[in-house]
């Protein structure tokens, strides 16, 4: 089992940033293509940003380039998404997965897949508002 907890959600207004931890025990997540997701209210979950293993491919969805990166920390088996210049259409649950086989832009794209990805996380809420 991979348990993944993310962290650092919050409250920010229009322009603001925030970086979402995703940290694991157990399992390195250096060998995982990791992936964040969201889903806002009366929307579809959305694969936002995935990253391959050992800080590989990185796919984005149009609308977070620019704004978004992700990194790992392999010495904490974290993985960040840090936002920058967020606008209120980034509201939603972040999530992070792990899986050991997905390459990113599947991982981010193929929604068949994600009921069968290795570990979800439980959510981090993110709420930008003025």
């Known amino acids: 089992q991979l348990p993944l907890v993310e962290s650092g959600g919050g409250s920010v207004q229009p322009g603001g940033s925030l970086r979402l931890s995703c940290t694991a025990s157990?399992?390195?997540?250096?060998?995982?293509?990791i992936g964040w997701f969201r889903q806002s209210p009366g929307k579809e979950r959305e694969g936002v940003l995935c990253?391959?293993?050992?800080?590989?491919?990185?796919y984005y969805v149009a609308s977070v380039k620019g704004r978004f990166t992700v990194s790992r920390d392999n010495t904490k088996n974290a993985v960040y998404l840090q936002m920058n210049s967020l606008k209120p259409e980034d509201t939603a649950v972040y999530y992070c997965?792990?899986?050991?086989?997905?390459?990113?832009?599947?991982?981010?794209?193929?929604?068949?897949?994600?009921?069968?990805?290795?570990?979800w996380g439980q959510g981090t809420l993110v709420t930008v508002s003025s």
């Open positions: 997965a792990a899986d050991r086989t997905s390459v990113p832009q599947a991982m981010c794209r193929e929604t068949a897949v994600w009921p069968h990805l290795d570990a």
């Open positions: 157990g399992p390195t997540l250096e060998d995982y293509t």
């Open positions: 990253l391959g293993p050992g800080g590989g491919r990185t």
